[in-house]
Every structure is written in structure tokens, then in C-alpha cells.
């Protein structure tokens, strides 16, 4: 398995669910977090994220996932 240099949750208020974004290198894997409510804490979206990177067949810890935001503006 490949390791990731680190992985960003972000909300995409156009399609109106959580996405993570991989990075390895100059490489961005964009992967939809489906079946997430639009506030979802913190803990669930990191480890999402490191289960979809791993999906993906890459390597990332908790620590190296950042949230951009836990709360979807209203």
C-alpha cells in the first residue's frame, strides 16, 4: 500500500455532501464521502477519509487528515 502525504475533508455545498481529497505528491484523488450528514463531527470524517484512502489502495493516519470545517454554514 502506498502512503499518502495527507488527506483534506471539505463540505461541497454545490453537491451537498463531504469530500476527501488524497495527496500524494502533485497528485489529488477526489473521492465523494457518501452518506455522511452535512454535520458530521470530526472523528467520523477523519476516519471516513482514511477509509476511503485505503479503498483507493493508500495509506493515511487520523493525524494526517485535515477538516476543514465540521459545521456546513447556514
Not at 25 to 54: C, F, H, N, W, Y
Request: aromatic fraction near 4%; hydrophobic fraction near 40%.
Amino acid at each position: 500500500m502506498l502512503r499518502a502525504d495527507r488527506a483534506k475533508v471539505e463540505w461541497n455545498s454545490t453537491k451537498k455532501h463531504w469530500e476527501v481529497r488524497i495527496l500524494v505528491g502533485a497528485e489529488v484523488i477526489k473521492r465523494p464521502l457518501g452518506k455522511q450528514p452535512s454535520d458530521a463531527g470530526e472523528a467520523v470524517l477523519k476516519q471516513r477519509a482514511v477509509e476511503t484512502a485505503r479503498d483507493e489502495g493508500y495509506e493515511v493516519s487520523p493525524e494526517q487528515v485535515e477538516v476543514a470545517a465540521t459545521r456546513v454554514p447556514a
